[in-house]
């Protein structure tokens, strides 16, 4: 018995459902197995960045804090929202822009001692622009930063 072509139109039909639905599925993966979320370091202090994924951090290199190794091109500093300071290691060259008290975001994961091991580090690009993440941040710890909040805008 041959199916009529009514049923077979139904089947290519259910086939092509299933095949965008998984297609989706995989493409949903793959997209939340790249982004990288932004926490403050209050947010971490509290627990609520993760431990097994890269994310991003953002805040104000504290003064006084980077120590560069003579030896590599090892560099720690701390960094903070107001509130709270989180310690970065990055072994790289840090952008031109990078100084203390200038805000950063920097991309990396937390290691086992609560450091953040940045494998890149951004740096506002001029004395009028912070990062619209680390001036929400900044905001939301009650912190008053004399520069504008997103790109000069009021």
């Keep these: 018995m041959t199916p009529t072509p009514r049923k077979k139109r139904i089947v290519i039909v259910f086939l092509i459902i299933i095949g965008m639905g998984i297609a ?12 990288l979320y932004f926490y403050s370091p209050t ?12 994310f991003r951090i953002g805040g104000l290199v504290v003064e006084g804090s980077v120590e560069r190794d003579p030896e590599s091109l090892s560099v720690s500093f ?6 709270n300071q989180v ?8 952008p031109d822009l990078f100084r203390e008290g200038q805000g950063i975001v920097a991309n990396g994961k ?23 993440e680390v001036a929400d941040a900044l905001e939301k710890a009650g912190a008053q930063y004399p520069y504008p909040k997103h790109n000069g805008d009021q």
């Design 110 to 132: 937390l290691d086992e001692n609560g450091v953040f091991q940045a494998q890149e580090v951004l740096a506002k690009h001029d004395e009028n622009y912070m990062p619209p």
């Design 43 to 54: 947010q971490i202090e509290s627990g609520e960045a993760p431990t097994a994924r890269a």
């Design 78 to 83: 701390v960094l903070t929202d107001t509130i």
């Design 87 to 94: 310690a970065v290691v990055y072994d790289g060259i840090l």
């Design 24 to 35: 989706a599925a995989l493409i949903l993966t793959a997209f939340e197995k790249n982004l």
